[in-house]
């Protein structure tokens, strides 16, 4: 069990997230969007929308330096595990209430909002659960865990077994006995992994950012280098040199 | 971003942070980005390119049109990819209409470029299918049989088995069959019940021919040539205005649609031009620029009120007493106090108000009879009966002018038939002499019927009281001139005097001043415009019981004021497609006459009327609408008595014709040695034989077998849809009322048990799933507009186009001459074994356009049964003529032109031309049959043969035949016609002409107005210009109609009828009473169809396009006053009740929609959403499900002047409109 859930999945999950990218990239570049329900309902998205996106951007921040970095490498820049907890628990608590209220917003907004709620799909509400309960177990854990429950230290457990995965030596181990709440959550984000590439989930990597240093308008000519990208040559054309 | 003209800051973003992230970002990307860092200058990167030039790249465009009896018959491109149709667009290269007008495009509408979802739709019929019941009795039948007929008549033959196939007509189960099967059970259901019935048992229903005349000629070749009747349609459709053929003597000619731009002054009248004439409303819009007056009289808010000048909100129903009171103002005005030379000098020569009338004693009075004619002045010549009388104004003196019926069959009368007066001035009013005479004239304004008793000026001549038409009818308007007795208006204001402005206020709710000011500023400007008063009607005001008397009162005013035969002019009567302008070139591959005539030719309203047991269902008799004056004709005698007589005086078409089969009826002469009609009058007088329609419920005189193509007969034009699925299909109906009780008829016989399921075959052809397939034994897919190659023509553009395959016919579908071609072969090998050469005794009604026209002169009834003459085939009776039918031949003769063309000629309208020079061309250019019984004759065998055919044998399209037609009618006027067709003698249109692009026809005897030299079409000109008469009695055109039943209906003279009270006649609620009704309260409105915006003509309702535009299914449109009466909320589910149906819709709550009245738009489609009734349980109708047949008996009239037969030309109508319904608001639930 252990090495199934610690182990099997993961990978599972981590393959399924690289290969359906690049499936739904070759199959579905049509697909590939927020779709988005602007239209449909502009006031509380104008709120909820960034509440949720930036907390959600800074909640990423918050996983990589807990998660990413080991504890050794914080201590050696000299910030304390106490520093790092207080800096962890009210910058977590501050993005993760953001998220949480943009969330709150958002869903509010899908499922009363007549003409977005007919826009939504099935595979829009096991997104929405599986992102929710993501959320909400990430925040049980910051909150309960280390502001209620007195802490817990998951930068021994969870963090090492997760960069454990990356060098190829997994340490399923580590996850035996943790709390419920952080097996819980870690076990909803691989499911949320896993299915990623196939919601709409997958507009992260199309988000727009390179807008912000682009010119306006761009002009593209025809690559001079491919004289064969005409899908059928001219009629009566002769066939060009060949080099 | 203003330039300051400081360098460093003219360049560059709106600020400073913008621009330093573009200048980071000039680091990060490929690309060079311009100096103001406004645009980024790329190489390549295009890829994405790729998909939207394929998206909008396509392989090749075909030129096609959408044959939807839409009066548009706009040109289309259609693209096509990958063998995929991708989507239309509209042509723009239609020909010139000359300068100074706007041309025909822009044209095509939403409708029109929705059509290719048809061809990849659920609703495409893509396989042949036919009812799993018949299907597995069939198969069982033919495996013991071993032959097909056979097997047909072992299923048919069986009550039980025959029961259970009919009660499963429209409840599904269709299983797929193969091309050969599905043909081999029509072919065979064919040859049985010739053999068995008689070929006049075999029916074929496919309307207007000009929206695809090879596909209709297809069709109606195959049933002509096995002795099948076609059935009307345009009277059917109650789409035939009867005051056409009534007036002028013609089935119905207007203008074009770019005529309406010459005109000055434009009342909409019953016809919703940016609705139902989309592509075209262009006209009526710019012609407003143009300075032009737009008058709208409709009862709602209609899409074209806000085009209009002004608005006339005339109750449903009530036209016919605005146009009176209208008609009251301009000949008081324009007549009366003065006269208007230009009006006088039109009636006097174009119409038959200077004739005279003699005058019949009736109690103390006088009332109208009879046109003088030559005979009263004691001419015995031929034809003297038929030629008509008015006085010489110089001298006094009686005259009998040329261009009078008389003239037009007689040797005597060649060179004669014209309107030319010579010196003679008409006398328009006998007013000058001192003899008066009372005349009573009937009033069906008040609650009963009344008498107006009005003096008129009369004369003596030869002996007799007569009086002129112009003069009976100032009197019948109520237009008082001094000296004359009677009771008159004492002015407009008067409201208890017919016709005035104050009269009709309170009849149609429309202001007095504003009638009298529309009528005065009509005839103004007809006046200074020398006759450019228009007014554009149609459905609105055509569809109602007494319709031709509201139409006769329009045409009142566009004849007094001389706008009829003018550009710019007169009437513009549009309902439909119904202009076939290669018009005989068409009906002669449609009927047959190629190789054998006469063909049968069914009046449809009667077929239907008798078929599907609706005269059963008539609780008055023909009484209730006679005239206070009348003789008492009609007392006891119900419509389906009416129609025997008109039966058997050879007034209208019958078919089934006789108790008998006809073959064996001819076998049977023969054998006797006698004449087929000497055998025939025998029979009848001896009693041995009958007529089928005396007694329609008898087995042997079903219709046995109906095909059904091109046409949605039960989704749209059958009027008594619940009686159509008791009586003659044998299925479940919502039909309520009862036959228990109720008048019986007096020469028809009454058969207590009503059969259900008369018809034992319905077959269609179409490529979507209708209401009619839905009920079809055999459903056979047909192939689309944009898969055949067919000739299109409309009356509202002077030109023909083609149809052409951007596609193959798709899954199994075929062409509709595909299909017939192959049904034809397995019908004539059948027959090689169970009919072979067989002789037809054919009874064929009095024809218009023929001699038969002066069959029974005066117009006086003679029954021959009742001994009042002798039965006289082809005078006092039906012609009966024996035609053979070569049956086994019936493919060959299919595929191959005949030898009658040349032979004998190509008779339309009374011209006959001889197209033999045509015929050695169509053997060039088609190819010539190399063996069997057609064996040197031009090929026919392909679609474009046939269209080939067509345009070579028209006068319209080629123009020898238009020319020698001129000549041939030059010989019989007397005057100058052929140099209108002249300078395009030499001009032939090809089929490859009109594929190529919409060609300009030629002008032709076959139509009455002119093109020549680029001019606008518009009706009469050839009339008013070349004095060549209209083919009426007078040979001008008619107020006054001397008929014996047309006195009895006291409709002699335009007059005011109001709806139906089908309170009165039904016992239904009366209009706007609020009762309850299960439960619920419920109100009882007029139930009107008319012509939606999201469907019919152009495309169908159950296009999905149009279903999201529109509501998306049955809906009914009820005003928000109605709707609150009965707690009805907009959208909210509805069940509308009478006597013949229930329909379960949608209300669509509107203030458009006016108190008292529901809209529920034609032919929605029982696919779409059509849920069970809270009344029966079962599937609600549609809405037809609420209306039925009503005979009008003055619609029957023939063998007399203009009121003869021919097919679509006079007949009963189908009316709907007067009908009511009760609606109450239903459960929300509904259950499909």
Known sequence: ?243 | MVDTGDEGSSVGMDTDFADSLLRIGRHFQRGEASEDLRTLHQIGGRSADVFYRDRWAYDKVVRSTHGVNCTGSCSWKIYVKDGIITWEAQQTDYPSIGPDKPEYEPRGCPRGASFSWYTYSPARVRYPYVRGTLLELYREAKQRLKDPVLAWADVVDDPEKSRRYKASRGMGGFVRAEWWEATEIAAAAHVHTITRYGPDRVAGFSPIPAMSMVSHAAGARFISLIGGAMLSFYDWYADLPVASPQVFGDQTDVPESADWFDAGYLIMWGSNVPVTRTPDAHYMTEARYRGQKVVVVSPDYGDHTKFADEWLPARPGTDAALAMSMGHVILKEFFVDRQTPRFTDYVKRFTDLPFLVSLDKRGDAYVPGKFLTATDLGDTSEGAESKTVLLDGTTGEPVVPNGSLGHRFTRSGEGRWNLDLHSVDPLLTVLDSDLTAEIDFPRFDTAEPGVLRRGVPTRIVAGKLVTTVFDLLLAQYGVHRPGLPGSWPTGYDDTAQPYTPAWQEAITGVPAAAAERIGREFADNAERSGGRSMILMGAGTNHWFHSDQTYRSFLALTMLTGCQGVNGGGWAHYVGQEKCRPITGWSTLAFGLDWQRPPRQMQGTIYWYLATDQWRYDPFTADVMASPLAKGRFAGRTAADNIALATRLGWMPSYPTFNRNPLDLADEAQRLGKDAAEHVVDGLTTGHLRFACEDPDAPENFPRCLTVWRANLLGSSAKGNEYFLRHLLGTDSTLRASDRDGVRPVEVTWRDEAPVGKLDLLMSLDFRMTSTTLFSDIVLPAATWYEKHDLSSTDMHPYVHAFSPAISPQWETKTDFEAFHRLARGFSWMAEKHLGVRRDIVAVPLQHDTADATAQPGGRVLDWKAGECEPIPGKTMPRIVVVERDYPAIGEKMAALGPMVERVGLTTKGVTTHPDAEVDYLRAVNGAIVAGRAAGRPSLAKDTHACEAVLALSGTTNGRLATEGFRALERRTGTKLADLAAENEGKRITFADTQARPVSVITSPEWSGSETGGRRYSPFTINTERLKPWHTLTGRQHFYLDHDWMSELGEQLPIFRPPLDMTALFGEPNVGAVDGLDGHRSITVRYLTPHSKWSIHSTYQDNLHMLTLSRGGQAIWMSDVDAAKIGVKDNEWIEAINRNGVVVARAIVSHRIPEGTVFMYHAQERTVGVPRTEKTGKRGGIHNALTRLMIKPTHLIGGYAQQSFAMNYHGPTGNQRDEVTTIRRRSQEVIY
């Open chain 1, 1 to 243: 069990m252990t090495t199934l859930l610690w182990l099997t999945l993961p990978y599972v999950a981590f393959t399924s997230f690289v290969v359906g990218h690049i499936w739904r990239y070759r199959h579905d570049q049509f697909g590939w969007t927020t779709r988005s329900s602007q239209s449909h309902e502009g006031r509380l998205l104008r709120l909820g929308s960034p509440l949720f996106h930036f907390g959600l951007l800074a909640v990423l921040g918050g996983h990589v330096l807990g998660i990413g970095v080991p504890a050794s490498w914080t201590a050696a820049v000299g910030v304390s595990g106490e520093a790092y907890h207080l800096m962890s628990v009210s910058f977590g608590t501050l993005s993760g209430l953001a998220t949480v209220a943009g969330l709150a917003i958002l869903l509010y907004r899908r499922f009363t909002v007549t003409a977005v709620r007919k826009a939504t799909t099935t595979t829009d509400k096991i997104m929405y659960l599986l992102l929710s309960t993501a959320i909400l177990t990430g925040m049980l854990n910051t909150l309960g865990s280390n502001l209620i429950g007195g802490g817990y230290d998951y930068r021994a457990t969870v963090s090492p077994w997760f960069r454990s995965l990356f060098t190829l030596s997994p340490q399923p181990e580590l996850m035996v006995g943790i709390p419920l709440s952080f097996q819980i959550h870690a076990l909803v984000v691989l499911v949320l992994l896993a299915g990623w590439p196939y919601t709409r989930l997958v507009h992260v990597f199309s988000a727009p950012v390179g807008y912000l240093v682009r010119p306006y308008v761009v002009y593209r000519t025809r690559d001079v280098a491919h004289p064969g990208s005409r899908r059928y040559a001219r009629a009566w054309e002769t066939a060009p040199p060949r080099r």
